[in-house]
């Protein structure tokens, strides 16, 4: 009858966003790639990289939730050094739909720029280079490795690492203006 119809037309769009969302951490980048343009300046395009942190800790309850890394200067500032770096959480609301989470704010990450991102057991590595005490504005020097938890309602930095076995690629100090 009439009303069939009227329920399979009504779940269309919903299967189409959970498939939209199935191709991963790709289209939490985009969307976080369009939500840094509506509250930073300056964004460096090479440095979005983004985890599935939900699912793979094992949290079923919440869905899929993928965080994502990104730098540039949020409240466009401008100058020297007011690029940062920022971690988005993008989640699916009730609709099946995925958004960035603007409430969740992002710790401070006192990391000149990020070279990897990697996800064990729930918790985030994000491993890159801070400035040591006697390097220029241009030219950080020290490898670092943060640690961090996502929570329902903020990003928890667990621990950092200042002596990692990681080695920070070129092209990650290149990138620092």
């Known amino acids: 009858g009439c009303c069939q119809m009227f329920k399979y037309i009504a779940l269309l769009p919903l299967f189409a966003a959970?498939?939209?969302?199935?191709?991963?951490?790709?289209?939490?980048?985009?969307?976080?790639?369009?939500?840094?343009?509506?509250?930073a300046c300056s964004i460096n395009p090479a440095s979005f990289k983004a985890v599935q942190t939900v699912g793979e800790s094992g949290r079923e309850d919440v869905g899929d939730e993928y965080v994502v890394y990104w730098e540039g200067d949020i409240g466009c500032f401008g100058g020297n050094g007011s690029i940062s770096g920022f971690l988005s959480v993008v989640r699916k609301n009730?609709?099946?739909?995925?958004?960035?989470?603007?409430?969740?704010?992002?710790?401070?990450?006192?990391?000149?720029?990020a070279d990897k991102i990697a996800v064990k057991n729930g918790l985030?590595?994000?491993s890159g280079i801070t400035y040591d005490d006697d390097d220029s504005q241009n030219s950080p020097s020290k490898p670092i490795e943060v640690v961090f938890k996502t929570d329902d309602d903020k990003i928890k930095v667990v621990k950092k690492n200042l002596r990692p076995k990681a080695?920070?690629?070129?092209?990650?100090?290149?990138?620092v203006r």
């Open 18 to 39: 959970q498939n939209v969302f199935a191709s991963g951490t790709q289209s939490a980048i985009s969307l976080v790639k369009q939500y840094s343009t509506t509250v």
């Open 167 to 175: 080695k920070i690629s070129a092209e990650c100090v290149q990138n």
């Open 124 to 126: 985030i590595t994000l």
């Open 94 to 113: 009730g609709f099946g739909q995925p958004l960035v989470e603007p409430y969740i704010k992002s710790p401070d990450i006192q990391m000149v720029c």
